[in-house]
């Protein structure tokens, strides 16, 4: 485990990022998830099970979601999606999973946070076949400037991440470039993908300015503009931090 939860929340106010999303990968962190965001009026929390840790996702698995989901502070349902990198859980077993998740954002009327590695089409495909909750987003947008495209024209979020700042990602950025302001979300998935000139630490939301930054100068945009836009896009995908 990595700081205690007030110093990550200290060190974030300290650089103005005062509101975190918690996203859970497994049955217990998700349950972590949801008890932190109890605990911290700064922290919502996200539920599910990651796509490759759904071998052994089951129907009680489900139906605990779907009870953690109708929790307040709980606004998301996510990651959820599609890993091909990996190949340790079959891709229809991750399909299955998906349309379970996708299923219980709607009822709980939260957003669906999506994991899409090597999976843009079938994510897509799938989305449109059970039909997508009203607030839908790609988190560590990983597509090139077609996939960011076909995002656009469906009205899903595309939340950008510490690769936006690595030298090699010249296609991230052409794709962050054809996406409106009112689309666009900035995260860590702390502690991996940390931004430049930290890559290699771990990584952490007091980080996210880098982000913010180096995603503003692909949109041909100022920081303070994207750091507006992503504060306004998160209340409205997340829902309202205001007690
Ligand atoms: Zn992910």
Redesign the pocket.
Known sequence: MGLPVAEVIAAARSVGVRRLVTVGDTMASSRWCASTAATYADVFAAVAV?PNEVNDFTAADADELASLATLPHVRAIG?TGLDYYWDTVEPAIQQAAFRTHIEIAKSAGKALVI?D?NAHDDVLRILEEVGPPERTVF??FSGDVSMSKRCVERGYYMSFSGTVTFKNAAALREAANAVPLELVLVET?APFLTPMPYRGQPNSPYLIPYTVRALADAMGVGEDEVAAATAANAERVFGSWAP
């Open positions: 990651h990651e994991h590695r988190h560590c998935d």
